[in-house]
């Protein structure tokens, strides 16, 4: 199956989901993540604002916007920009998601751990986004832990990596962590 019929099979599979389900998914998701060591030892945590049909991010990053560093993706072109999560300083940008607002990107380098959402995940930590490669661009330039989030229905068998592919470490669904890859820490 090609990552576009990926894309068509997951985008169905989740819109089954109802409200509750979802919520409910996202607690056991987050609290997995806040389990897990590498969170716990991490100052700076890159996460993403999540979109309505994505694991929702907006209770968790309320939850700790004041105990660790979390940083948001920006579109800039086809790259992302790093900034700091502030909630009051947001904005709609690019594709309707919520970015920060401000001049005071980081390096993806300084990050210590990454949440990355995506389309779908197989075992392997192999990932199908959303088809634009901007979290493939930004993850090939960090040797941070890369930590995949997703509902259960978004595991798939198998996915065709590309080579300009980058997997994760550690899959995180409702129902179980995968870990994938070792850290390169």
Known sequence: MDKNEIRRKIRARKSMLT???MLSAAANVWQQLEEL??????DNVL????????????????????RK????PRVNGVNLDIL??????THLGAFRIEEPDGDDTTDVGQMELIVVPAMAYD???????RGKGYYDRLLSGTKALKVGVAYDCQLVDEITAEATDVPVDIVITESRTYIVHKSKK
């Not at 996460?47 to 004041?66: A, G, N």
């Not at 075992?123 to 986004?129: P, S, Y």
């Open 47 to 66: 996460m993403y604002h999540s979109l309505p049909d994505e694991l929702c991010t907006h209770e968790f990053l309320d939850k700790w916007h004041e």
């Open 19 to 21: 409200h509750a389900e």
């Open 123 to 129: 075992r392997k930590g192999n990932r199908v986004g």
């Open 69 to 72: 560093h979390l940083f948001l």
């Open 37 to 42: 060591a590498a969170f716990m030892m991490a």
């Open 84 to 89: 700091p999560y502030h909630r009051t300083r």
